[in-house]
């Protein structure tokens, strides 16, 4: 069965995004960089939230973009997408609007053939995912840096998820990515 796999950018004290909704602060080097393209190969599938997809799931970087960035959201974009929100009425392309059931939803999803899952974000959504057990993997890429504010990768979550841990990658920039695993009772 497909995993869905939380795998994102922290600071150091837990910030997913600066005060001002900055992610400046996020280190993509060569290093960084080949795992994230090796990740991308991994998925075929993204979930957002209403706010990440209407920031993010359609993007389309200017012709000036690094090549990175213009790599990135060619790839995303040609992927599968499943926008959770009660308030958006419609999405377009290759995009499917879930308003209710998360987590039928989800494992109806995870039934289907294909590669893993990203669970994209925002925070939001990270949060209902996390509250109903629905991640299966978490890969967060620790980057070397305290912002003292921002918001929080974990909020409001009701009960405690046991985690299993797998593997840390240390890159030379200082980002240490760490996997865990849910532990299945």
Known sequence: MRKVILDLAVTLD???????????????DD??????????????TV???????QEFGNHQPDANSPQEVIDFYRDI?????????RTLNTV??????????VAEEVNKIKEQPG???????GASL?????NQDLVDEYRLSVH??????????FQDIKQRIGLTFLKAVPYTSGVVTLYYQRTTA
Not at 14 to 28: Q, S, V
Not at 47 to 53: A, E, F, V, W
Not at 77 to 85: A, G, L, R, W
Not at 115 to 121: A, P, Q, S, Y
């Open 115 to 121: 590669k893993d899952i990203w669970l994209f974000g």
């Open 144 to 153: 070397p840096i305290v912002l003292g504010g921002g918001k929080a990768l």
């Open 31 to 44: 290093e960084v960089g080949k795992y994230f393209r090796a990740f991308r190969a991994s998925i075929d």
């Open 126 to 130: 990270i949060t209902t995912f996390v």
């Open 47 to 53: 979930l957002y939230g209403r706010t990440s997809y």
């Open 92 to 101: 377009t392309g290759n995009t499917t609007l879930v308003k209710d059931n």
């Open 77 to 85: 974009n040609q992927m599968k997408k499943y926008v959770f929100s």
């Open 14 to 28: 837990g910030f997913i995004e600066g005060p001002n909704g900055e992610i400046d602060w996020c280190i993509m």
